[in-house]
């Protein structure tokens, strides 16, 4: 059984349209987030723990808003930014900038305690049988558990709160004319940074 660990349950509706429900089972443990500027750091030391506490495969992700002119802030704080800002705070934040240039990027960490074979993911490129095993803040430097590390991105802008749906970020959020918000979970899915992320991880996972 693979472990999709999040205590989002937005996320694990994303995930299980790429995964399915029979591979799929969500796990609701908030495992201790590493305070980290790189989100491959972050999900790779969540799916390390994980991994320990469950000792089945597992899956994290970290995701983040990357504003380009705000010298991509929230970025990696984006939780803690909407928990304590909110959305609106962020967008009067970028409402007077003549550039509103935005990313989302997600980044998903797979972990089963077995080692991976070479793949052409750039990702992993230079240490592909480890992937992110030495990322800061790990606890086991002399002999860390192996970390597959799949991203996705997607650009777009910020814009005025718009859309019922989605959550997070999802309603400042806009990609080619829509807002996050503003589409259902089979379009956003198609071409948000988790989708894709997931994607990546689907295909790879269907060989593990």
């Not at 705000?70 to 934040?93: C, N, Q, T």
Request: proline share 6%; charged share 30%; aromatic share 12%.
């Amino acid at each position: 059984m693979l472990y999709y660990v999040t205590t989002n349950p937005g996320k694990v509706r994303e995930a299980r349209q790429y995964l399915g429900d029979e591979t799929i089972t969500d796990y609701d443990y908030d495992y201790p987030e590493l305070q980290d500027d790189s989100m491959e750091a972050i999900a790779a030391e969540g799916a390390r723990d994980s991994y320990r506490t469950l000792g089945e495969p597992v899956v994290v992700d970290d995701s983040g808003l990357f504003i380009k002119n705000l010298d991509g802030f929230p970025g990696p704080y984006s939780s803690y930014v909407e928990e304590k800002l909110g959305i609106e705070r962020v967008w009067d934040l970028t409402q007077d900038l003549e550039d509103r240039t935005a990313s989302f990027r997600c980044v998903m960490a797979y972990c089963d305690g077995e080692p991976f074979e070479a793949s052409p993911d750039p990702v992993d490129k230079d240490d592909r049988a480890a992937a992110a095993a030495t990322a800061s803040g790990s606890t086991e430097e002399d002999d860390p558990l192996p970390v597959k590390l799949f991203v996705g991105t997607v650009r777009g802008e910020i814009t005025a709160p718009r859309g019922e749906g989605g959550f997070g970020f999802d309603p400042i959020f806009e990609h080619e004319g829509s807002t996050f918000a503003e589409l259902n979970s089979e379009e956003k899915n198609a071409l948000s940074h988790r989708g894709r992320a997931l994607a990546k991880f689907a295909e790879w996972y269907d060989t593990r």
